[in-house]
């Protein structure tokens, strides 16, 4: 089994992925050295995998103003082989594609040539294509790589697709997974009930990127009568931009909550671990401005922790919201069990410090 194939079968089996952020100086430029120190804190914390060039690493490096889609996937590579030249188990590398089906082909090849396992196959942008339509899209990039499939919610430019739509996009062979992030319960079920009707049912994954509801999803056993047969479905891992603060925690989060799937009996604690979750979650992405601090508020995270030395985002007018700040503080205060700040000022130090 190659190093591509056994990446491949850690996806599917259900690991923790980071949405990673984009490292910029204080002149907002890229910041090679930094980008990969956070990369490698996201190993070191317990991820399983990483997902560069997506929406948390800001859609803007494709700009030619920036040109960064390259420069970015290049480093988190880099950081990647050199974590791996003494892991036991590859990390799974998930590189996002947008645009129509041109620039996603064009994206793909890219992403295949860095040495990138499967790419996240973006909506974003392409509400004026039918469904029929964005299907041959998928079908063309499955073409070329492995596609995780993308159900983004509508308030970043993602927009309602029909269950019709998640079948037979699960029957696309080389569809290796599919990311639920609509934010909403009636959409979800959509999504995985689609999955569930398709023959490729268990070839596909689920992976949870709704942060608003990510413990719910790890531990419900999702069940449908399909033609006479009752078919359950988990979602086994996730792909999340709040995954990439307090990485740590996450691990040992998402290590419990695994063990719980398929059980009876699910402890009350879990229940309101995931609605503590979902309140620094609210703060992080700035839900009360119709998230429109998410990305500089996952900044801040990092800037507090030593991880980023500021909140500094391609688009100037991209940051903190009016009372973002407070709320972030009131998270901290409120579940510092949450947070990993520890471990990092270790990792940190160690960096500093090496033996």
């Given amino acids: 089994m190659d190093r591509h194939e056994k990446a491949l079968e850690i996806l599917h089996s259900g690991t923790l992925i980071p949405a990673i ?18 990369v490698r804190y996201y190993l070191e914390a317990g991820a399983g995998g990483v997902a560069a ?44 594609v947008c645009g129509e089906a041109p620039q996603a082909r064009q994206e793909a090849l890219l992403a295949r040539e860095l040495g990138y396992d499967a790419v996240l196959l973006s909506p974003g942008g392409l509400n004026h294509l039918s469904e029929e339509e964005m299907l041959c899209r998928t079908q063309e990039v499955a073409a070329l790589m492995p596609v995780i499939g993308f159900y983004l919610q509508n308030s970043v430019g993602g927009r309602r697709f029909s269950f019709s739509y998640w079948k037979r996009l699960s029957d696309i062979p080389n569809v290796v997974a599919v990311k639920s992030a609509p934010f909403n319960r009636y959409q979800t079920l959509d999504l995985v009930r689609g999955c569930a009707a398709s023959s ?19 531990l419900t056993p999702f069940q449908f009568e399909i033609d006479g047969q009752r078919v359950t479905k988990y979602f086994v891992g996730g792909l999340l931009g709040h995954w990439c603060v307090w990485t740590r925690k996450v691990a040992e989060q998402f290590h419990a909550v695994k063990a719980y799937q398929g059980k009876e009996s699910i402890p009350a604690r879990l229940l309101t671990l995931g609605a503590q979750i979902t309140d620094c979650n609210g703060a992080f992405f700035d839900v009360a401005n119709g998230f429109a601090g998410c990305i500089a508020g996952v900044h801040e995270v990092l800037r507090r922790q030593g991880l980023m030395e500021g909140i500094w985002c391609l688009n100037p007018q991209e ?10 503080d009131r998270v901290y205060g409120m579940y510092p069990e949450l947070n990993d700040d520890a471990f990092v000022k270790e990792f940190l130090t160690g960096l500093k410090n090496p033996a």
């Fill in 21 to 38: 952020p984009l490292v910029l100086d204080q002149n907002r430029r890229f910041h090679p050295a930094l980008q990969r120190r956070l």
């Fill in 53 to 96: 060039a997506v929406h948390t690493t800001q859609f803007e490096i494709r700009d030619p103003k920036f040109s960064l889609l390259r420069p970015v996937l290049e480093t988190v590579a880099q950081e990647l082989d050199d974590f791996e030249k003494t892991s036991e188990n590859p990390v799974v590398r998930i590189a996002g």
């Fill in 319 to 328: 940051t903190l919201s009016q009372g973002q700040k407070e709320e972030i």
């Fill in 200 to 218: 490729r049912r268990d070839q596909v994954a689920l992976y949870t990127g709704n942060d608003d509801n990510i413990i719910s999803d790890l």
